[in-house]
């Protein structure tokens, strides 16, 4: 690849590592990614993390609602579909396993990139599991219920 295809790829996706750096910042700042609060969670001994996540499902419910509304499309001028989704037991499995693996490592998968950059370098053994797990899951994918 020459450095000028290099270059065009790097410009092109810039905004991209800016946004999700300020993203990271953001989360780390509000304290959503410190692994005592998201204990407290799981504890119910604050309310810090439900505020947050029910803030943002209000919000997403209100966004696709205006989404909805008002015919808005992607940046592309593509249609934007929004799909139902259909609760399976394998659903509710992954949900469970999702909330026990959140809880014995006080990360969801999410932030784990920013626990990195706050260095935080022992979450690396959750992203290494967390990867795992997606390659294991696409191997077994079409043998589990669904």
């Known amino acids: 690849m020459d450095s000028f ?3 065009s790829i790097v410009m092109k996706n810039i905004k991209y590592l800016i ?3 300020l ?12 692994w005592f609060r998201i204990q407290e969670m799981f504890r119910f001994q604050s309310f810090h993390m439900y505020g947050v996540i029910g803030s943002a499902v209000l919000t997403g419910m209100i ?14 001028g593509k249609e934007i579909e929004i799909y139902p989704k259909k609760f399976t037991k394998g659903t509710f499995i ?3 396993l999702f909330g026990i693996g959140w809880a014995f490592t006080g990360a969801c998968p999410g932030p784990l ?10 979450i690396g053994i959750a992203l290494l599991s967390a ?5 294991i ?5 079409s043998k589990l219920p669904s």
């Open 5 to 7: 295809a290099f270059n």
């Open 19 to 21: 946004f999700g750096s």
């Open 23 to 34: 993203f990271g910042i953001i989360l780390y700042k509000a304290e959503v990614i410190n």
């Open 63 to 76: 966004s696709i609602l205006i989404i909805k509304k008002r015919g808005i499309k992607t940046i592309n």
């Open 94 to 96: 992954g949900g469970v």
């Open 113 to 122: 990139y920013a626990l990195i950059g706050a260095q935080y370098f022992t």
């Open 131 to 135: 990867v795992i797990g997606v390659y």
């Open 137 to 141: 899951y696409g191997i077994l994918k």
